[in-house]
């Protein structure tokens, strides 16, 4: 694969700045490019789903993209590795100062992934066990947590929740065309099955031939 991109759950604690260096690490001897998969559009769905407000919402997402940042560029400086493609949903050109830099690419109106996008949605409408599964990964994610109201999670939160994983999954499974790369492998830290039974081709649906995904844990 040509590009190797990791993603990062944004909030999650577990990327620190030691854990994203060593996957860099790993991930450079494998791959001649490296990206980073930054979800801060589809984030904004999961605080949606817990009762944010539309300005806590921002505000929330703009810190935890920063803090994110900041990780990764101290890491992409320490290891000295060049042209570092950031890949976000919104235009968030400025990715922070640097010894090392960086490609930033917005892809939120990418028609290449606004194409796809609007496939999942139609695969999520149609298809009942890709709903299901969906539905069913959405709830693992707000599963524990607390609504910002107090009230108990329904499924009304779940729907709009599920937006979060459609989004993501549009922009893995076609990642070399919006990237405009020849090959690319999605990089996580644990096991995704509804991308798993997507290239499986359980639902029906193919991605790209010249995408994939690997585990790093």
Same mark, same amino acid.
Request: hydrophobic fraction near 35%; glycine fraction near 8%.
């Given at each position: 694969m040509e590009i190797g991109i990791l993603g990062i759950s944004m909030g999650n604690s577990r990327f620190s700045e030691d854990y994203i260096r060593t996957l860099f690490e790993e991930m450079r001897s494998e791959f001649p490019g490296l990206a980073v998969m930054l979800?801060? $559009? =589809?984030?904004?769905?999961? @605080?949606?789903?817990?009762?944010?407000?539309?300005?806590?919402?921002?505000?929330?997402?703009?810190?935890?993209?920063?803090?994110?940042i900041n990780k990764c560029r101290r890491a992409i400086d320490l290891l000295e590795i060049p042209n570092v493609t950031m890949i976000s949903w919104s235009d968030r050109a400025h990715f922070g100062d640097g010894?090392?830099?960086?490609?930033? $690419? =917005?892809?939120?109106?990418? @028609?290449n992934y606004l194409k796809t996008y609007q496939e999942i949605q139609g695969l999520y409408r149609n298809n009942k066990t890709f709903n299901s599964d969906i539905n069913y990964a959405t709830r693992g994610v707000l599963q524990g947590k607390k609504r910002k109201d107090g009230r108990k999670m329904n499924e009304d939160d779940v729907q709009i929740g599920t937006k979060f994983l459609l989004q993501e999954l549009a922009f893995i499974i076609n990642a070399a065309d919006i990237l405009e790369?020849?090959?690319?492998?999605y990089v996580y830290h644990e096991l995704m099955p509804v991308l798993e039974n997507l290239y499986k081709g359980k639902y029906g649906y193919s991605p790209a031939p010249n995408t994939g995904f690997a585990v790093y844990n």
């Open positions: 979800p801060d $559009v =589809p984030a904004q769905s999961t @605080l949606q789903a817990l009762g944010y407000s539309h300005e806590k919402i921002g505000r929330e997402v703009r810190l935890s993209f920063n803090g994110i010894k090392q830099s960086v490609n930033a $690419v =917005p892809i939120g109106e990418n @028609l790369a020849k090959s690319t492998s």
